[in-house]
């Protein structure tokens, strides 16, 4: 099933069509004294953002970055965040962003894939490099550069089922496009109106959210990382008609006591647009009663693009468990040997894009699953007669915490690193507070090391985790532990998650 959003997909946009560059100095120009962004105490126009990502684009200029490059992003939340991208943007170059938080060596698997002209917020070897809060200096030149067209307007990253990261470049440049234009006001992305940020940039969603609403000719209202009740705070005193959700947020804010989280005024909202993980139903009806099924919305979909899903909470209402059908692009059910599946039958969800001539994406350091044209995340799921997609788990093994993914392969890669571990397995369980939890049973070796004063150790969680800190982001730490003197793989270096989860979920 597609719409016109997806026939308007184009690789390259209409040559009328603006960079968004372009558009960005026409909202300088046209909306100078209207809010841009907000951090904080501190709200840009859209005038003062528009000088001050000139000026930081001249720097990047100085310091090599050329049309077509990629420039690494680690900054936390907050206005340089923002600038660096827009910056990118306005001399070609495409903004590749990661996780301010990640260990030494994930980003050196990054930046040697991304091979960037520029890493910002993290020195790494040999590249250049500024730091995290770097301001351009006020004498540079801040009048509008010439005008260029970033061939991917952007590069996030994905950890993949190896469990080895991978860049999802994508296949549409920073053209402000009818399509680009289209999907931000699906999300709440209007000019003139407000949105509320709490989720962390580096991720797509919230990244595509801000940029859209930016590009729309909104007003950003940025947090510095989520909290429940600063978020509803924000949405009061901005009247904000948009706010960007996971379902982990919605419940957070949703446990909070009734005189705080009932003491707010959400009756501005009319985008409540979640995603990124599965929400409860209860949870979904919770807010459908508190905000309207009008104003709730979910999408679903991959970083990849190939399509997408959204539906309103009344639509939902009448399709309980649904995430909505395709508004671009086109699904497809299919069993393990690719044959299709009739409506109501479980399989592998497979998504393809149609309208446009060019690929939605491309990986740099993965190859898609695809079957011809067709492809697959991973997913598993059914379809109605009606064609609604209902979710029904991820396939294999990916762990959904708090609406990031979290790939076994690459956690037991830094526990298998430690000498004192002879296997591990990771698994998923359940969490009431993030959906799922990290859970890692490991095999540690029977003999005891010494330490440099003599004492005979033994690994322990401790000491475990001081080592998994320098390999992985905090967010991928095991959060809970157990030991077996038992191998957990087979000769064949297979092992049963399945039934590893089983055990502990019935236990």
Not at 425 to 453: E, F
Request: glycine share 10%.
């Amino acid at each position: 099933m597609t719409n016109d959003l997806s026939t308007r997909r184009g690789g390259q946009g209409s040559p009328k069509e603006p960079s968004f560059a372009a558009r960005l100095y026409q909202l300088a120009s046209e909306c100078g004294s209207d809010p841009a962004l907000t951090f904080g105490p501190q709200t840009y126009s859209f005038d003062q953002l528009g000088r001050l990502t000139n000026r930081l684009a001249r720097h990047f200029i100085t310091l090599g970055v050329k049309i077509g490059d990629f420039v690494t992003i680690a900054e936390p939340n907050g206005v340089e965040f923002v600038a660096s991208t827009i910056a990118c943007w306005k001399i070609g170059a495409i903004p590749q962003p990661v996780s301010a938080r990640l260990p030494a060596m994930e980003l050196d698997a990054i930046v040697e894939l991304a091979d960037p002209s520029l890493v910002i917020g993290v020195e790494v070897a040999d590249r250049a490099y500024l730091p995290q809060g770097f301001t351009p200096s006020e004498t540079l030149d801040d009048s509008p550069l010439p005008d260029r067209v970033s061939p991917a307007w952007k590069a996030p990253t994905s950890g993949g089922s190896t469990g080895t990261p991978k860049l999802i470049v994508s296949g549409d440049p920073s053209v402000f496009s009818a399509s680009i234009a289209g999907l931000g006001s699906l999300i709440g992305a209007v000019s003139g109106q407000t949105m509320v940020m709490p989720g962390p940039l580096y991720h797509n969603g919230p990244f595509i959210w801000t940029c859209s609403a930016l590009l729309a000719g909104g007003h950003v209202a940025l947090l510095p990382r989520f909290d429940a009740l600063a978020t509803l705070e924000l949405i009061e005193q901005t009247k904000a008609e948009a706010v960007y959700l996971v379902p982990t947020m919605m419940q957070r804010m949703w446990k909070l006591p009734d005189e705080d989280k009932f003491s707010y005024d959400l009756s501005s909202l009319t985008r409540a647009v979640h995603l990124a993980e599965p929400c409860p139903p209860w949870l979904k009806e919770a807010w459908i009663d508190w905000i309207g099924a009008e104003n709730l919305w979910e999408l679903y979909g991959g970083t990849e693009g190939q399509m997408f899903t959204f539906l309103s909470g009344t639509e939902w209402l009448e399709h309980r468990g649904s995430v909505g059908r395709p508004i671009s692009g086109e699904v497809k059910i299919c069993d393990d040997d690719g044959n299709d599946l009739p409506p109501g039958e479980t399989g592998e969800v497979w998504m393809r894009w149609v309208g446009r001539d060019t690929p939605t994406y491309r990986y740099i350091g993965a190859e898609a699953e695809s079957r011809d044209g067709w492809e697959c995340l991973g997913d598993i799921g059914s379809l109605d007669a009606d064609g609604y997609l209902y979710l029904a788990d991820r396939r294999k093994d990916m762990i959904l915490v708090g609406g990031a993914n979290i790939y076994p392969a690459e956690v037991e890669a830094a526990i298998n690193a430690h000498p004192e571990v002879l296997s591990c397995v990771v698994i998923g369980l359940a969490d009431s507070d993030k959906g799922n939890k990290v859970h890692a049973i490991v095999q540690a070796s029977p003999t005891s090391t010494t330490t440099g004063s003599g004492t005979p150790h033994t690994l322990d969680e401790t000491d475990l985790l001081r080592f998994l800190a320098e390999r992985l982001v905090r967010y991928k730490l095991p959060q809970s532990f157990e030991w077996t003197d038992k191998p957990l793989r087979d000769d064949a270096g297979k092992v049963r998650r399945g039934a590893l989860r089983a055990e502990r979920s019935n236990a």
